[in-house]
């Protein structure tokens, strides 16, 4: 494993959230000034494709990256665009009993206000 991608990797599993590219780019440049952000791109990319990380698709939004592999859901809050990831382990079960089928794969991203967003506007 190169320097760079022990950086990048690192940066990801100490993140909170569920940071872009460019968060990571900017973190990374810190401890390594001449990192460029293809690097940091072409990374991720390699991570993602070898599924140590997930890359998550969000309409109008950069790609976001999550170090939590197994499967699971996302809540996206729709002032402050955090990104919190959200267990739901009967959800599955529940929609093959229901369409009678073998569920693959799938993704639910649930569309809210966060609480630090609903307290501001209290």
Same mark, same amino acid.
């Given at each position: ?27 990374? $440049?810190?401890?390594? +000034? ?5 690097? &940091? ?7 993602? *494709?070898?599924? @140590? ?13 999550? $170090?939590?592999?197994? +499967? ?5 809050? &729709? ?7 959200? *267990?739901?382990? @009967? ?32």
């Amino acid at each position: 494993m190169t320097k760079q991608q022990q950086i990048i990797r690192r940066l990801l599993e100490q993140s909170e959230t569920h940071p872009t590219a460019e968060e990571l780019y900017w973190e990374a $440049k810190k401890e390594m +000034p001449n990192i460029s952000m293809g690097t &940091v791109y072409r990374n991720l990319g390699q991570m993602a *494709e070898e599924g @140590s990380i997930v890359r998550l698709h969000f309409p109008g939004q950069p790609d976001h990256y999550d $170090k939590t592999i197994h +499967p699971h859901d996302h809540a996206i809050c &729709v002032k402050c665009g955090a990104i919190s990831d959200v *267990e739901l382990s @009967s959800l599955k079960s529940m929609i093959e009993d229901t369409l009678s089928v073998d569920i693959l794969s799938y993704e639910l991203n649930i569309q809210c206000v966060c609480n630090a967003c609903q307290s501001k506007a209290s």
